[in-house]
Each structure stands twice: as C-alpha cells, then as structure tokens.
Nanobody
C-alpha cells in the first residue's frame, strides 16, 4: 500500500518561495503519476500540477505556469513542487496524490496536506 506524506509548507511573504515535498512509502513511487492539489477556505479543491511516471510529462494549472515547477526523484521516492513568486491567492492546504495516470479523475492515495500561507 502506497502512503504519502507532504512537507515544506509554511508562512511566506508575497513574492517568496517554498518547496513542497511528497515522500512515498510502502511501494515504489516511480510506478505512479503524482499530482499536487490545493484547497483554499470556501473553495473547491483544484489540481495544481502533475507529473507522469514513465516520461515525466508535466502539467500545470494555468495560474501556476511559469511560477511552479514539479519534479521527481525516484531514488528518494519523492516528488517536489517548487513554488516561486508566491501570491496571496496561492494560500491553501496543498496535497499530493498518486495513481496510475495524471488523467485519473480520482487519485487513490493521498497525503494529509501541508498548509501554505502567503501573507505580508
């Protein structure tokens, strides 16, 4: 059974950067596509980015393009989300999730989330 754990969230000023990490355990993470999602208070959860397992094809939410970068280190069973030029509207709980493909509508494995707060 694959288990995921996020870390790296925190409080940062607008324009700052954070790097989120998603560590997989219990199964080989390189077999899975891994996505990052976020949910802000009063809003529905939205997909931020995803990276495929085989060719590491990446996708991004339009508002994240040019600012966020997803990557993976299979040797460390870890997927990262580098977030630069953060804006207050990026404030949310960020989750990572894994399944067979990025197009999967309902990911099977989820972490518990990490809070990202962008405020001055």
């Amino acid at each position: 059974q694959l288990q995921l754990a996020e870390s790296g969230g925190g409080l940062v000023q607008p324009g700052g950067s954070l790097r989120l990490s998603c560590v997989g355990s219990g199964f080989t993470l390189d077999y899975y596509a891994v996505g990052w999602f976020r949910q802000a208070p009063g809003k529905e959860r939205e997909g931020v980015s995803c990276i495929s397992s085989e060719f590491e094809i990446t996708t991004y939410l339009d508002s994240a393009k040019g600012r966020f970068t997803i990557s993976r280190d299979n040797a460390k069973s870890t997927v990262y989300l580098q977030m630069n030029s953060l804006k207050p509207e990026d404030t949310a709980v960020y989750y990572c999730a894994a399944d067979s493909w990025c197009s999967q509508p309902n990911f099977g494995a989820w972490g518990q989330g990490t809070q990202v707060t962008v405020s001055s």
